[in-house]
């Protein structure tokens, strides 16, 4: 009877010094291989199967016994979820910011053990392939948006460019002065007390200016208490729990936005970005929707060419000159999501 082979654990560095063996010799068999290093000829297949993981650059302590797994993988994947939602809501998310999540979704899923640790969260990185710096930012592809801009006659044929529209949803913190927004942005803006602060504004106009939609406000609740008494808004409104964009409220909008242009017997083109709330779009009479490609906003979408953050500046202003005016009459300054409403005014353009 054959004496059955010792099970051993072979160290990163081990299996690194065979991937290299067996790149050195290629006319070996791999048996010989298997052989040589004193391991079952599965073993050796199972390496090289995974031999980018276990190369040089992998970055692997070398005295590891093996890769880790993902331990709470429903942790992971609702953190994969949110972050891809910060992704689509252009909201910054560093490190620190992503490990309170996990801890967060860790502690309703009941996980008492899990630990958002340094360890935790570059292991998190490696097993998704997640680069901070691009999954916050965007690399703009040159050569797609100028194959972008040959097509752009070709998509508007027959359109007047007043029935050429964009929309887009930014983040706006309508409680603070503009000198604070840089240290709110992002790293406050899911939980702690800013969270309230910050509201989504839908905003949309058509190629020439002249037509600009109204306004669509996304809060945190449903029946704010400064709504009490009040019959029309100023603008559009509607909630969820987080303030985002949602794929049923940006639907309703569209509908709406259909409605209105049959009555005033139009029809319009509208330029999109691919973010997940943008994904369902329901059956339109009067709207024809076509979406940017993907990661070439910054370049290609109207809105984000100094439209949005002219908007802002105006607001911000407007809360600058209200600062002021309550300084001098020594009265606290307290802004309301209704007044937050009636500072995208006429005044502003919007």
Not at 137 to 164: F, H, M, R
Not at 204 to 233: D, E, Q
Not at 299 to 325: N, T, W
């Amino acid at each position: 009877m054959a004496q059955k082979r010792k099970r051993c654990s072979l160290s990163v560095a081990e299996k690194q010094n065979i991937i290299n063996y067996v790149d050195k010799n290629p006319m070996t068999k791999k048996l010989a291989i298997a052989d040589k290093f004193g391991i079952p000829a599965s073993t050796l297949g199972t390496i090289l199967k995974f031999k980018d993981k276990f190369s040089e650059e992998s970055g692997l302590p070398v005295n590891s016994r093996r890769l880790k797994s993902c331990e709470f993988k429903d942790v992971e994947e609702c953190v994969l979820k949110w972050l891809k939602q910060c992704r689509d809501k252009k909201i910054t998310i560093g490190g620190p910011i992503l490990q309170e999540k996990a801890q967060q979704f860790a502690v309703e899923l009941g996980h008492e053990k899990f630990r958002a640790s340094n360890g935790w969260l570059q292991n998190f990185k490696k097993r998704n392939e997640i680069v901070f710096r691009k999954i916050c930012g965007e690399s703009v592809n040159e050569t797609v948006c100028d194959d972008w801009k040959d097509k752009l006659a070709e998509l508007t044929a027959g359109y007047d460019p007043e029935d050429i529209f964009n929309a887009d949803e930014t983040g706006l913190f309508y409680k603070c002065l503009p000198d604070k927004t840089l240290s709110f942005k992002g790293d406050e803006c899911n939980g702690g007390k800013n969270s309230k602060l910050r509201l989504t504004v839908l905003l949309g106009t058509n190629c020439t200016g002249t037509y600009k939609l109204k306004p669509l406000i996304i809060g945190k609740y449903k029946k704010p208490r400064c709504f009490k008494n009040v019959n029309n808004l100023p603008t559009d409104y509607t909630s969820n729990h987080n303030a985002w964009m949602t794929s049923n409220a940006f639907s309703n909008w569209l509908q709406s936005l259909d409605k209105e242009m049959k009555k005033k017997n139009k029809k319009i083109i509208m330029f999109i970005d691919n973010c997940t709330a943008h994904g369902e779009i329901p059956k339109l009479k009067n709207i024809k929707i076509k979406y940017l490609p993907p990661n070439t906003t910054s370049k290609l979408q109207p809105l984000d060419q100094g439209i949005i953050q002219s908007f802002k500046m105006h607001y911000g202003k407007e809360i600058v000159r209200r600062f002021l005016a309550d300084l001098e009459r020594q009265t606290p300054t307290t802004i309301d999501v209704l007044q937050a409403m009636w500072r995208p005014s006429p005044k502003l353009g919007i």
